[in-house]
Protein backbone atom coordinates (compact mmCIF):
# COMPACT_ATOMS: atom_id res chain seq x y z
CA UNK A 1 0.00 0.00 0.00
CA UNK A 2 1.52 3.21 -1.00
CA UNK A 3 2.38 6.09 2.10
CA UNK A 4 1.84 9.14 1.18
CA UNK A 5 3.46 12.61 3.35
CA UNK A 6 0.84 15.81 2.82
CA UNK A 7 2.24 19.04 3.24
CA UNK A 8 1.98 22.79 2.86
CA UNK A 9 -1.30 23.78 4.82
CA UNK A 10 -1.26 26.86 6.72
CA UNK A 11 -3.30 29.86 7.80
CA UNK A 12 -4.55 31.83 5.16
CA UNK A 13 -7.12 34.85 4.55
CA UNK A 14 -10.14 34.33 2.85
CA UNK A 15 -9.34 35.09 -0.88
CA UNK A 16 -6.03 33.79 -0.37
CA UNK A 17 -4.06 30.63 -1.94
CA UNK A 18 -2.26 27.48 -0.66
CA UNK A 19 -0.42 24.66 -2.46
CA UNK A 20 -0.46 21.43 -0.84
CA UNK A 21 2.15 18.07 -1.51
CA UNK A 22 1.76 15.05 -1.56
CA UNK A 23 4.59 12.97 -1.72
CA UNK A 24 4.44 9.02 -2.11
CA UNK A 25 7.07 6.54 -0.77
CA UNK A 26 7.56 4.84 -4.13
CA UNK A 27 7.78 5.33 -7.28
CA UNK A 28 4.92 3.08 -7.93
CA UNK A 29 2.84 6.29 -7.27
CA UNK A 30 3.13 6.44 -11.58
CA UNK A 31 0.43 3.14 -11.73
CA UNK A 32 -2.13 5.05 -9.93
CA UNK A 33 -4.93 7.50 -9.90
CA UNK A 34 -4.35 10.06 -7.00
CA UNK A 35 -6.92 11.91 -4.92
CA UNK A 36 -7.49 14.89 -2.58
CA UNK A 37 -9.87 14.17 -0.21
CA UNK A 38 -10.56 16.48 3.35
CA UNK A 39 -12.34 16.46 6.63
CA UNK A 40 -13.03 19.18 8.92
CA UNK A 41 -14.14 18.93 12.01
CA UNK A 42 -17.53 17.16 13.15
CA UNK A 43 -17.90 16.39 9.31
CA UNK A 44 -17.61 13.57 7.01
CA UNK A 45 -14.80 12.94 4.87
CA UNK A 46 -15.48 14.88 1.36
CA UNK A 47 -13.05 13.87 -1.86
CA UNK A 48 -12.11 17.15 -3.31
CA UNK A 49 -9.71 16.22 -6.35
CA UNK A 50 -8.28 13.31 -8.26
CA UNK A 51 -6.10 12.73 -11.27
CA UNK A 52 -5.25 10.03 -13.44
CA UNK A 53 -2.43 7.82 -13.97
CA UNK A 54 -2.48 7.22 -17.63
CA UNK A 55 -3.52 10.52 -19.35
CA UNK A 56 -3.91 12.52 -16.21
CA UNK A 57 -7.22 13.26 -16.56
CA UNK A 58 -8.50 15.47 -13.33
CA UNK A 59 -11.71 15.18 -11.53
CA UNK A 60 -13.23 17.42 -8.99
CA UNK A 61 -16.53 17.99 -7.04
CA UNK A 62 -18.25 20.99 -7.99
CA UNK A 63 -17.94 22.69 -4.66
CA UNK A 64 -14.02 23.17 -5.61
CA UNK A 65 -14.30 23.54 -9.67
CA UNK A 66 -12.88 26.81 -10.80
CA UNK A 67 -10.67 27.19 -8.06
CA UNK A 68 -8.46 24.43 -7.29
CA UNK A 69 -6.21 22.46 -9.52
CA UNK A 70 -4.69 18.98 -9.24
CA UNK A 71 -1.61 18.21 -10.59
CA UNK A 72 1.40 15.36 -10.59
CA UNK A 73 4.63 14.88 -11.23
CA UNK A 74 5.82 11.55 -11.64
CA UNK A 75 9.43 11.85 -11.62
CA UNK A 76 9.39 13.50 -7.93
CA UNK A 77 6.44 10.99 -6.82
CA UNK A 78 4.31 14.39 -5.94
CA UNK A 79 0.47 15.23 -6.35
CA UNK A 80 0.05 18.96 -5.84
CA UNK A 81 -3.25 20.78 -4.92
CA UNK A 82 -3.07 24.18 -6.02
CA UNK A 83 -5.77 25.87 -3.86
CA UNK A 84 -7.27 29.34 -4.96
CA UNK A 85 -9.99 31.68 -4.37
CA UNK A 86 -10.13 29.83 -0.05
CA UNK A 87 -12.95 30.55 1.89
CA UNK A 88 -13.77 29.32 5.02
CA UNK A 89 -15.85 26.94 4.32
CA UNK A 90 -12.61 25.41 2.91
CA UNK A 91 -11.01 24.71 6.60
CA UNK A 92 -10.49 21.10 6.84
CA UNK A 93 -7.57 18.89 7.25
CA UNK A 94 -6.46 17.37 3.68
CA UNK A 95 -5.04 14.36 3.17
CA UNK A 96 -4.09 12.54 -0.50
CA UNK A 97 -4.72 8.63 -1.00
CA UNK A 98 -4.06 6.25 -3.67
CA UNK A 99 -7.55 4.56 -3.12
CA UNK A 100 -9.93 6.66 -4.96
CA UNK A 101 -12.31 6.25 -7.69
CA UNK A 102 -12.88 9.22 -10.02
CA UNK A 103 -15.54 10.50 -12.01
CA UNK A 104 -16.95 13.81 -12.81
CA UNK A 105 -17.80 15.77 -11.00
CA UNK A 106 -17.12 13.00 -8.08
CA UNK A 107 -14.12 11.97 -5.69
CA UNK A 108 -14.69 9.45 -3.74
CA UNK A 109 -12.07 7.60 -1.13
CA UNK A 110 -12.48 4.34 -0.95
CA UNK A 111 -10.51 3.87 2.56
CA UNK A 112 -10.47 7.11 4.26
CA UNK A 113 -9.71 5.52 7.38
CA UNK A 114 -6.26 4.51 5.64
CA UNK A 115 -4.42 7.78 5.32
CA UNK A 116 -1.40 9.91 6.76
CA UNK A 117 -1.23 12.72 8.73
CA UNK A 118 -2.41 14.93 6.26
CA UNK A 119 -2.64 18.91 6.57
CA UNK A 120 -4.38 20.92 7.87
CA UNK A 121 -5.64 24.27 5.99
CA UNK A 122 -7.39 27.00 8.05
CA UNK A 123 -9.31 29.68 6.03
CA UNK A 124 -10.01 32.78 8.31
CA UNK A 125 -12.72 35.40 6.97
Known amino acids: QLQFAESGGGLVQQGGSLRLSCVAS????????VGWFRQAPGKEHEGVAC????????YYVDSVKGRFTISRDDAKNTVYLQMNALSPEDTAIYYC??????????????????RGQGTQVTVSS
Open 51 to 58: IGASDGTT
Open 97 to 114: TADVGCSDGTVIPTRPNH
Open 26 to 33: ESRMTKFA
